[in-house]
């Protein structure tokens, strides 16, 4: 039985859709979710990480008002030990193994370099496609020098946070910001010369457990100004025991996955007039409809952060409608089909859903925590206070306790000086 909400079912609502990609992509999803025993959402939304940064800024998706490229921040949210990082890796595969040929060329031309006494030589560069672990600056070093674009890949991604302000304190967000829309951003360094980088490309990937939710993205500073609604949260409901099984992948969806990635990477669609996929027609009916019902939603609503939520998936809808069309049967094609929106929207319902898990979770986080009991220090103090015996020596023999002790009491809570006994009170001492 489904149970209809605002005329999708529930179920359309809480797992995230696979059927708007050609038959092969659903088969390595398939294949890959049964092998490791994951939510497949979880590998949807690295394929999409991917395909993003195997194209990068080689196609766009225009709406004949804004241009997108196809760049992805996403999280996987499941518990420790519910298999979320294994699949991950498995799709990132064929771009490590990109980084570590193009690492090899990269050394030989480096030795060549060295080698000769050419003075006007340009020193080589390693234009890698996968990042992990570093600082801002050497982060945008990396930007600066990649052609296509990188992604940023952090198992635990609450590192990749945690390290924010670290190294740098001022406008690194606002940066980050910048990166995920694609606008120039200007680094001006101390040792060196101004950096400029153009149309920066990179996507964002990793996993997070639900406890460590709040401790990651709960700070007002991510949770206002529109750093946490950029970000597309898989939040699974439920996560498959992960048995013990001796099934792996086969040797045809190694080979598929891998020549697909590769084919992208080496792909030139300016050559081939499709560097920029239109949203038109029938497609652009559907988005539009989309687009006003998130406007709707923006204003029957006063709660900020869901507002913002609704401002990015209107932006976010057009990055995955373009993805889910090189993952379709008509990558040939420069336009996106009605098929393709009317699929990418329905991802964006569960995408919606997963913001409002994460925002209940860090909402649960700013609760004003439970009254502490209140320790013999601080009562003595306020009964000293209330009741203004003759002296502390008196009040001390009467407590059975030392002087001393009780002008630490008194020097400690200073504060509660002017305090008065409630009638409850009295009575209870």
Request: charged share 25%.
């Amino acid at each position: 039985m489904n149970i209809s909400v605002n005329n999708k079912t529930l179920s359309d609502v809480l797992v995230l859709p696979i059927d708007g990609l050609s038959a092969n992509a659903q088969e390595i999803i398939r294949e890959v979710s049964e092998v490791y025993q994951c939510s497949r959402d979880i590998v949807l939304a690295a394929m999409f990480s991917a395909v993003g940064v195997a194209v990068g800024k080689k196609i766009r998706i225009s709406d004949n008002k804004y241009f997108n490229y196809p760049c992805l921040w996403a999280c996987a949210v499941a518990p420790s030990g519910s298999n979320k990082s294994t699949p991950v890796r498995f799709i990132l595969q064929p771009l490590k193994d990109r980084d570590a040929n193009e690492y090899k060329a990269y050394r030989e031309e480096l030795k060549g370099f060295k080698d000769s006494k050419d003075e006007h030589k340009e020193r080589p560069i390693f234009r890698q496609l996968l990042l992990s672990d570093s600082p801002p600056e050497a982060r945008n070093q990396v930007l600066s020098t990649s052609h296509n674009g990188i992604l940023l890949y952090r198992d635990e991604i609450k590192g990749f946070l945690d390290d924010i302000g670290r190294y740098n304190k001022s406008g690194e967000v606002s940066q980050l910001l910048s990166v995920f829309d694609s606008d120039n951003i200007v680094i001006n360094r101390k040792s060196d010369d101004t950096l400029l980088v153009e149309e920066p490309f990179m996507g964002v990937l990793g996993t997070i457990q639900p406890d460590v939710l709040a401790d990651t993205f709960g700070s007002d500073l991510l949770m206002n100004n529109g750093f946490n609604q950029r970000w597309l949260f898989v939040y699974p409901d439920e996560n498959p025991s992960a048995m013990y099984s001796e099934k792996s992948i086969s040797k045809e969806v190694r080979e598929a996955w891998s020549s697909y990635i590769n084919a992208l990477l080496d792909a030139d669609f300016k050559a081939g007039g499709c560097d920029t996929v239109y949203i038109i027609d029938e497609a652009k009916r559907l988005y539009i409809e989309y687009y006003n019902e998130l406007q709707v939603k923006k204003q029957s609503t006063d709660d900020s952060y869901m507002c913002a939520v609704y401002s990015k998936l209107q932006i976010i809808v057009e990055r995955w409608a373009l993805i889910t069309h090189l993952l379709g049967d008509n990558t040939g094609m420069s336009r996106i089909l009605p098929k393709e929106m009317e699929y990418s929207i329905r991802c964006m319902d569960y995408f919606e859903r997963c913001a409002e898990k994460v925002y209940m979770k860090l909402s649960e986080s700013k609760k004003k925590p439970e009254a502490k009991p209140m320790g013999n220090e601080e009562m003595i103090a306020r009964v000293y206070y209330a009741n203004n015996p003759k002296s502390q020596r008196v009040f001390a023999d009467a407590l059975g306790v030392s002087q001393p002790y009780i002008a630490k009491c008194l020097k400690r809570y200073s504060r509660l000086s002017s305090y008065q006994l409630s009638d409850c009170e009295n009575a209870d001492i």
